[in-house]
């Protein structure tokens, strides 16, 4: 199996709803490590009316993070991110250096939509995303309602230049068979990049990335692991990814009706 490269985790202690305790992390860390998992961007959610993370509180948790492994001897690195939720501010607190880019490159942010529906401001601050040099990565899609709905919102968004990550729980079901199939329409239609695991602890919400991997081998074969792997390392050495030619989601007609 290839080293697997897990660019969305909630691994830092105490500050989001993943890992509790450093314990937790230690134990995160393990399980990762057990994935086939050698580097994770650590990425707690921000601005999400939840939780408030920082870069430069997120840059030092992920030193202390780092020691700690190196101390238990676990062959994992850890490395900077963060998971912004939409908001009208970003681009200003991005200028005031409170938005942290993935493995702080200065070329790849995460973007959350809420689960429900996709504010009306979402072209327009992709778009303004952009035009400060960044390239914006709107993670799981697959489970946003509006999205499933009408995912031609999405395709157009991946046309304009954004990049997306699915979950490897998606893929494997654990999210339920709906998200499942719309995970798979989304990578026959080219219109994600990474898959990520998404973990927030060792049980209910964790890593299932070599599975997720394994489904996508089967069903679509070797190339697209490549394909996924080798962005997820593109993004970490702050390169170019591939992106391949977007699609619409096909919605396949039973007995000629939608």
């Known amino acids: 199996m290839f080293n697997l490269i897990d660019i969305h985790c909630h691994i830092?202690?105490?500050?989001?709803?993943?890992?509790?305790?450093?314990?937790?992390?230690?134990d995160m860390a393990k399980t990762a490590v057990?994935?086939?998992?050698?580097t994770i961007i650590a990425t707690p959610h921000h601005q999400n009316g939840r939780y408030i993370n920082g870069k430069s509180s997120i840059i030092e948790r992920i030193k202390e993070v780092n020691d700690q492994l190196t101390q238990h001897n676990i062959p994992l690195t850890i490395l900077p991110g963060q998971e912004p939720r939409i908001y009208g501010e970003l681009i200003e607190d991005y200028q005031k250096d409170e938005i942290l880019t993935l493995n702080n490159g200065g070329k790849?942010?995460?973007?959350?939509?809420?689960?429900?529906?996709?504010?009306?401001?979402t072209e327009q601050l992709l778009f303004d995303i952009q035009l400060?040099?960044?390239?914006p990565i709107i993670v799981h899609p697959e489970r946003n309602a509006q999205i499933m709905e009408q995912p031609d919102i999405l395709y157009n968004f991946v046309?304009?230049?954004?990049?997306?990550?699915?979950?490897?729980?998606?893929v494997t079901g654990h999210f339920g068979k709906k998200?499942?199939?719309?995970?798979?329409?989304l990578i026959e239609a080219n219109l994600t990049h990474f898959i990520a695991s998404d973990a927030h602890n060792v049980n209910g919400r964790t890593f299932r990335l070599s599975e997720a991997y394994d489904l996508i081998e089967n069903q679509y074969g070797v190339d697209m692991i490549y394909f996924f792997t080798e962005n997820a390392q593109y993004l970490v050495d702050r390169q170019m990814v591939d992106r391949g030619e977007p699609e619409k989601v096909r919605r396949k007609k039973f007995l000629g009706i939608f």
């Not at 500050?15 to 230690?26: L, M, N, P, V, W």
């Not at 809420?114 to 401001?121: D, M």
């Open 12 to 26: 830092l202690p105490g500050i989001d709803d993943g890992a509790k305790t450093i314990e937790d992390s230690i």
């Open 132 to 135: 400060q040099g960044l390239n």
């Open 179 to 185: 998200i499942q199939k719309f995970s798979n329409q």
């Open 108 to 121: 790849y942010v995460m973007i959350e939509l809420p689960s429900s529906q996709v504010p009306r401001y």
């Open 159 to 170: 046309k304009k230049g954004a990049l997306t990550q699915v979950t490897a729980s998606s």
């Open 34 to 38: 057990a994935d086939g998992i050698t």
